[in-house]
């Protein structure tokens, strides 16, 4: 198997985003575009060489040819021994394990998250470092600079691994482990929680319903769910991961997901209704009659933590990301322990995890987890509600009802304007930007805004300093109006406009969501102007 060194040209366009490098599949399938990618990684990450590296995927068009690519890639860049999902199946929170499990170097995790698969869909790469999180931005930006002026890449040419037999085998020099994809981490889940109470809750008639969305998370959720806790096998649907999803959105929010959301509403739906996207990593949440928000769950899941035994006197820190509702704040306060405010994007939480000052941290975008991985882990939180309900006897419900009774509730709500022009988003954001020292003290109704600035945000750990990180108008307590671009899209411009309320006694309860946050989003039009400025009179998605 000879090692080749490939003349290329480079591509101008590999620049990373908050979640790797998303491109439709029609761009990746360009001469050399994904080897020149993975050759700047290499080149940047010298540190891969004689180590072991992870690789899997999610299971979507193109994963399989990609693979195989970097498999023969890193060989030919000196990587010892490469550990790789069997049938290239790896979800985004099991590849986090891996790497830490294995003390690899890093990882390798090709995705595009929740958006749409299939030829005409997007694909994607993300590289995890050493630790199991994600790249940072100087190294993203290092391999970004690579890959702008890269001539050449390295590969050992005419392989072709059998991704589906479990077991060694061997590249050239390089080790391959093909491994069951779910195995380690569904023991990492054990260590966690209690499957005997859940098993239990499963025997008196507990009732689960996962949608695994035709994504990454089926094998685990049926593994673990089916096999090991002994749900009946109508608790997972749609358990089977297609190349395109089913042509679905494997985005589990109240949009690509309403079908979970009439389900809960109905007559006699089950306990526990939940939901994963394309790589696992995003969980949605909802009991019968009622959705919880991601923001509502992680404060929940914080003030039960102590319940579950992986955390019983363990828990340091809580964190969100700053558009996430304030719901963790009263949590942490009561409880009296750290709470953090990080820009949006997961990698911000993982230095905190790495020092040990974080035991549990979400994003209001459905992402969810805790020390015990170092990306956001979908199976995780279902799991954590799952050992919640067994071990108080409680539904959902009445969780939920409690929790906002005791610590007040935040309504909440993003709408997100997509595909707009690029100018005509910056100029939005400039325009509030530049008005925004002017709004302090204005009167809206009973609210008076107390705040008004772009958010940055300095690292505790290691100083370093992340700007432009949304702009946000903030009514003391009582409410907050948040602006920010996304960082994901493959599209255009998206504009995302965040909606938080915070009522307690009585009126905790007393409000439908959207009712509540009526008034906030007139005030929001108001000072933003957003259909004005943009020609859009309604969000593209509400979530
Ligand atoms: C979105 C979410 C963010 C999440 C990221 C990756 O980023 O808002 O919370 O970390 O996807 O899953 P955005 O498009 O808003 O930059
Ligand atoms: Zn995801």
């Given at each position: 198997m000879p090692i080749r060194e490939i003349p290329t040209r480079p591509y101008q366009d590999q620049k990373s985003g908050t979640a790797g490098l998303r491109k439709k599949v029609a761009v990746f399938q360009q001469p050399h575009y994904l080897e020149n990618f993975l050759q700047s990684i290499f080149d940047v990450e010298t540190s891969l060489r004689g180590a072991t590296l992870i690789i899997g995927g999610d299971?979507?068009?193109?994963n399989r040819e990609a693979i195989q690519t970097a498999i023969a890639m890193a060989a030919a860049n000196g990587v010892r021994k490469i550990i790789v999902g069997q049938g290239g199946i790896l979800s985004t929170p099991a590849a986090s394990h891996l790497i830490r499990l294995h003390h690899a170097a890093g990882g390798l995790l090709f995705t595009a998250s929740h958006n749409p698969a299939g030829p005409d869909g997007d694909f994607g790469i993300k590289f995890n470092i050493a630790g199991g999180g994600q790249a940072s931005e100087t190294l993203t930006g290092k391999i970004y600079e690579q890959s702008t002026q890269l001539t050449r890449y390295r590969i050992v040419e005419g392989t072709s691994l059998d991704?589906?037999?479990r077991g060694a085998q061997k590249i050239a020099d390089t080790d391959v482990d093909v491994v069951d994809s779910v195995e380690d981490y569904a023991r990492l889940q054990q260590s966690l929680f209690d499957f005997d109470r859940i098993r239990e809750w499963f025997k008196k008639g507990g009732r689960l319903r996962f949608d695994?969305?035709?994504?990454?998370?089926g094998p685990y959720a049926k593994r673990i769910f089916?096999?090991?806790?002994?749900?009946?096998?109508?608790?997972?649907?749609?358990?089977c991961p297609l190349e395109d999803f089913?042509?679905?959105?494997?985005?589990?929010n109240l949009i690509y997901a309403k079908h979970l959301y009439d389900l809960a509403m109905s007559?006699?739906?089950?306990d526990l209704i939940a939901a994963s996207d394309g790589d696992g990593d995003r969980n949605m949440i909802l009991g019968r009659g009622l959705f919880i928000s991601p923001g509502d769950s992680l404060a929940m899941l914080a003030a039960h933590l102590d319940k579950l035994p992986g955390y019983k006197g363990r828990l340091k820190g809580l964190a969100r990301s700053m558009?996430?509702?304030?719901?963790?704040d009263q949590v942490a306060r009561a409880l009296g322990v750290e709470c953090h405010e990080t820009p949006t994007?997961?990698?911000?939480?993982c230095n905190l995890l790495d020092a040990g000052r974080l035991t549990l941290c979400g994003e209001e975008s459905f992402g969810t987890s805790s020390s015990h991985t170092r990306e956001k882990d979908g199976l995780w939180a279902v799991l954590a509600w799952l050992n919640i309900l067994a071990v108080t006897g409680m539904s959902v419900q009445q969780i939920a009802q409690a929790h906002w009774q005791r610590f007040g509730r935040h309504y909440y709500a993003r709408h997100d304007y997509d595909d707009l022009p690029v100018a005509t988003a910056n100029a939005v954001m400039a325009q509030l930007k530049t008005a925004s020292p002017n709004l302090i003290g204005q009167h809206h109704g009973a609210w008076t805004i107390s705040q008004a600035d772009e958010f940055s945000y300095t690292?505790?750990?290691?100083g370093s300093v992340a700007t432009a990180q949304g702009l946000r108008i903030v009514f003391g307590e009582a409410a907050r109006i948040i602006l920010r671009l996304s960082?994901?899209?493959?599209q255009g411009a998206t504009l995302r406009l965040y909606l938080e309320r915070y009522e307690t006694g009585v009126d905790a309860l007393a409000w439908q969501n959207n009712e509540a946050l009526a008034p906030l989003a007139i005030i929001a039009d108001k000072l933003i102007r957003i259909a004005e400025q943009t020609g859009r009179k309604t969000p593209s998605v509400i979530t």
């Open positions: 299971g979507r068009y193109h991704l589906d037999r695994a969305m035709h994504a990454v998370t089916i096999e090991q806790l002994g749900a009946p096998e109508t608790s997972v649907m749609n358990g089913g042509d679905g959105h494997p985005d589990p007559a006699d739906g089950p558009p996430t509702c304030r719901a963790v994007g997961w990698k911000f939480f690292d505790p750990i290691d960082g994901t899209g493959t």
